[in-house]
């Protein structure tokens, strides 16, 4: 297992995870689009924000890169199928926690359960496994994230 | 004076203003159902209560506006469940809002004294608030007013078992994930009889006491003191007021354009920007007939109006939210659109039938709307009128929502020759309707204004241009009648449409052009009966009939002020804006005959419309 490993496996993850996502978005299977809500913490201009959020994303990914990492030496053990498991738990904890409940939360664009007139959110809050960006978000969501731990546990596991 | 009241859902009280569908003869409800007429609306922005002149709360949903309701008394006045408060005496009514708010006050005048209450739903605040909450306080105004409530949460549409017990001191209502904490202060105590909670409040002039509602969702209830109810009447009244101070309107009928943003305010669900068409479901468009729909989604039909209306009344935010929302929920389904929307963003809205009785009888009672999967070409000369509104206003189009625009209008050019259902969505089969057609040519020649400004691509303008040359060719050759000096409902037909109007509304030809006098004359000639206009003449699909449609009055008004006829319109605008209830809302139509509303409530394509016509009057009219 090397850190380097990781790394490469977190870029190459996060590479794979945004070409998914997007690629269902241009499929018309989900409307969920991760660097855009990011940039969005940040900037109310639609393009700077993808710009931005391409850039915040990378970087998450490669922080979760790091935090399989940690896992994997906790454990002693890493590899492609180990990797995709963690990918499962990852998406899962996305579309239950941390994009649907705690993004909105410091999320100043963006609306939750509780925005109430005269606010007016900007974004719509994703709802429960995102399904407000579209019944196939999940699935869409959940696969990517699989294919993300699995490059990451991949590449962990072939580095000395 | 009137009939003993009793909290809750029997008749009780003959309204003595000058409610003219209301007159003091009248009982006040027919069977348990209020009038329509007779409703007012207050919500927080992700739901809506309506009040009936009698102190009932008789619908709200919750923990949003298109979820199953808790109160539902306005489509089964036995089951539904409702909230009741009023004098346990006689009484008379008065009502109003707050200056510029969403808080209502209603006064009963009894022999023994005078009482106000006041109706809100507050917005929540610092510190920890209930999910959602409905507060009624209770003012003596002179004598003495002993008023009972009564509390009969019915959740699920009246459909989902409820348990009422009492916890901590509280009584509680549960139903699944979803709960009702009924919260009182210088009332005797609630009472649980059954499913129902009841209580009596005897008040003295300058005395006051509360009844709230604290509601949750998928969480624990939140139980407040009365301080922090109170503080929170306060904080959402001062909100509302800031909010509608702002409306830049400051015309002939600022009252009615104020109220009327007010309502439109209430239908924005404020998570997400969309804006529903009306707070209810199933209100009927005849008494006892079939046309009863669920209007609680977000219509692209209304997003040229929306935009119009946001835009001139200087409430950029709302214009923003709504112009991200739309685009985002029409992403799914690029670069068609669906007809309509749910508030979250969602294109499934699969229609079914509900086991309830229906406002008066009037079944089925429907919620989701079917006509979600129906063709209708108009949407796209709305959604790109919506966008060239929108970048007029100063807003960028990024570059994915330049693309999808260019996209939907290449879709125009692949399907314009479709028939459709039109802005009306008929159940008849699909024609080559006018309006329609009118609308494709609006999508085609804005995109073709935004590519020459270089804010869409350009690379399918030339096609566009062309497109939109042989729409208008089909149009004036098929869809003018030459013996009526009129366009057409559809082409071959000899039928008219009040939605012909909105083609001189949204740019469609030379608003002083001969076709378009000729137009408003036989629209006002075959559908106008008084200040009322029809629909349409012609098959719909759909047995039975329907009162005139408040909106398309409005469009009159509006078409009239557009094509110079200034002082026409603005007659027609005096009388239109004396059809609005006691509180200054309407609903989706009107029976000619009673003055009675039918439809759902309040509709906000009627005071789209109106707040519209109030300001092409203006702009008309300035110097």
């Not at chain 2, 006050?105 to 809100?120: A, C, K, L, P």
């Not at chain 2, 685009?327 to 749910?342: C, E, G, N």
């Amino acid at each position: 297992m090397s850190v380097w490993g990781a790394i490469a496996g977190g870029f190459a993850g996060t590479v794979v995870l945004t070409t998914a996502l997007r690629a269902g978005n241009q499929l018309n299977l989900t409307r969920m689009d991760l660097p855009f809500l990011l940039g969005t913490a940040f900037t109310s201009d639609r393009t700077h924000a993808k710009a931005l959020g391409y850039l915040l994303h990378f970087l998450v990914g490669l922080a979760f890169a790091l935090i399989y990492y940690a896992i994997f030496l906790a454990i002693g053990r890493s590899g492609w199928w180990l990797g995709a498991v963690f990918g499962l738990a990852h998406g899962l904890f996305a579309g239950t926690a941390l994009v649907n409940t705690l993004l909105p939360l410091i999320h100043p664009r963006m609306g939750t359960r509780s925005t109430a007139a005269p606010t007016v959110a900007l974004l719509e809050p994703p709802g429960f496994l995102m399904l407000n960006y579209g019944p196939q978000t999940p699935l869409v969501s959940i696969a990517a994230h699989i294919a993300y731990g699995a490059l990451v546990g991949g590449f962990t596991s072939l580095a000395r | 004076m009137d009939d003993r009241a009793v909290p809750g859902r029997e008749p009780r009280a003959r309204i003595p203003t000058q409610d003219p569908a209301c007159a003091p003869e009248r009982p006040v409800r027919e069977g348990g159902y209020a009038p329509i007429r007779g409703y007012a609306a207050i919500g927080d922005g992700r739901t809506v209560a309506l009040v009936a002149r009698d102190g009932a709360i008789d619908w709200l949903c919750v923990p949003v506006l298109d979820s199953p309701s808790v109160f539902g008394a306005l489509l089964d006045a036995e089951r539904g469940g409702c909230f009741g408060l009023c004098p346990r005496v006689s009484f008379r009514v008065g009502r109003r809002y707050l200056p510029g708010t969403n808080v209502l006050e209603t006064t009963f005048v009894t022999d023994g004294g005078v009482v106000r209450v006041v109706d809100v739903m507050t917005l929540g605040g610092p510190g920890l608030t209930p999910f959602r909450e409905l507060v009624r306080r209770v003012e003596g105004v002179s004598g003495r007013v002993l008023l009972g409530w009564r509390v009969e949460p019915r959740f699920g549409y009246a459909g989902a078992a409820t348990r009422v017990e009492r916890r901590g001191g509280v009584v509680v209502a549960t139903s699944g994930v979803g709960a009702l904490a009924v919260q009182c202060w210088d009332t005797e105590a609630a009472v649980m009889d059954g499913g129902v909670i009841v209580g009596s409040v005897e008040v003295r002039a300058g005395e006051s006491a509360l009844v709230a509602l604290g509601i949750a969702h998928q969480e624990p209830l939140v139980f407040s003191s009365r301080e922090q109810v109170e503080g929170r009447i306060d904080a959402t009244t001062r909100a509302w007021a800031g909010w509608s101070g702002a409306c830049v309107y400051d015309g002939r009928w600022r009252d009615a354009v104020v109220r009327s943003a007010l309502v439109l305010k209430l239908l924005v669900h404020a998570p997400s920007g969309a804006v529903a068409a009306a707070a209810t479901t199933s209100l009927p468009e005849e008494i006892g007939g079939e046309r009863n729909w669920d209007y609680r989604y977000c219509w692209v039909r209304d997003s040229a109006f929306t935009m119009g209306v946001l835009l001139g009344l200087g409430c950029a935010a709302e214009a923003r939210a709504y112009f991200w929302w739309l685009m985002h929920a029409s992403q799914l389904t690029h670069p068609r659109l669906r007809v309509l929307y749910s508030l979250s963003g969602g294109a499934h809205t699969p229609e079914r039938v509900l086991r309830l009785h229906g406002y008066r009888a009037s079944r089925p009672v429907r919620v989701g709307n079917a006509a979600g999967g129906q063709l209708q070409l108009d949407t796209y000369g709305e959604l790109l009128q919506t966008a060239w509104l929108y970048a007029a206003g100063g807003n960028r189009l990024d570059r994915d929502i330049a693309r999808q625009i260019a996209g939907m209008a290449d879709l125009v050019c692949r399907i314009w020759r479709r028939p459709d259902a039109g802005i009306w969505e008929v159940r008849s089969r699909p024609e080559h309707f006018t309006q329609s057609k009118m609308m494709c040519w609006v999508a085609l020649d804005r995109a073709c204004d935004l590519a020459e400004r270089r804010l869409i691509p350009a690379g399918g303008a030339r096609r566009w241009r062309q497109e939109a040359e042989l729409i208008r060719d089909f149009v004036e050759t098929r869809c003018f009648s030459a013996a009526k000096q009129s366009y057409i409902r559809h082409a071959g037909s000899e039928e008219l449409d009040a939605s012909l109007l909105l083609g001189v509304l949204l740019g469609y030809g030379d608003p002083a052009a001969e076709r378009w006098a000729g137009t408003i004359d036989a629209v006002r000639r075959e559908l106008q009966d008084g200040l009322f206009v029809r629909r349409y003449t012609g098959e719909d699909g759909l047995g039975g009939s329907e009162g005139a449609f408040l909106t398309c009055s409005f469009w009159l008004a509006e078409a009239l002020a557009v094509s110079g006829r200034v002082d026409e319109a603005v007659a027609l605008m005096d009388r239109l804006v004396g059809l609005a209830n006691d509180v200054g809302l309407y609903a989706e139509e009107i029976d000619p005959a009673t003055g009675a509303f039918l439809g759902n409530f309040p509709q906000g394509l009627s005071h789209l419309a109106l707040i519209s016509a109030a300001l092409a009057i203006a702009d008309a009219t300035a110097p």
